[in-house]
């Protein structure tokens, strides 16, 4: 089992930035993939960014390339996205995932095995 606790949630003006971070209990090194998902009210899940890690290949959704990027650093077992000129659409519950084996492309919740509890983002207009 692999805790996933994310942080860096928060509410801030449209155009502004946050950083989340995501520490996980198991060494990051070892993960197939690990990606950020969100939720908004009504809407469901979908994948915002993913990193594999053999070769740090990202993949990034339509709505966020060029604003977010995501990032993990190994030495410390954790995941970050920084998300700048931040839209109200991006208020959501955004997720930290990880995966360990193959299971498919990373930018699909049903891929990952291990799943954070979610901070919430609120961009106000």
Known sequence: Q???VESGGGSVQA?????????ASR?????YCMGWFRQAPGKEREGVAAIYT???ITYYADSVN?????????????????????KPDDTA????AATYRDYGRCSR??????????????ISS
């Open 93 to 96: 519950i955004y997720y930290c």
């Open 2 to 4: 692999v805790q996933l």
């Open 109 to 122: 919740a049903e891929t990952m095995e291990f799943w954070g509890k979610g901070t919430l983002v609120t």
């Open 54 to 56: 053999v070769g740090s």
């Open 27 to 31: 060494y990051t090194a070892s993960s």
């Open 66 to 86: 060029g604003r977010f990027t995501i990032s993990q650093d190994n030495a410390k077992n954790t995941l970050s996205l920084q998300m700048n000129s931040l």
């Open 15 to 23: 155009g502004g930035s946050l950083r989340l971070s995501c520490a």
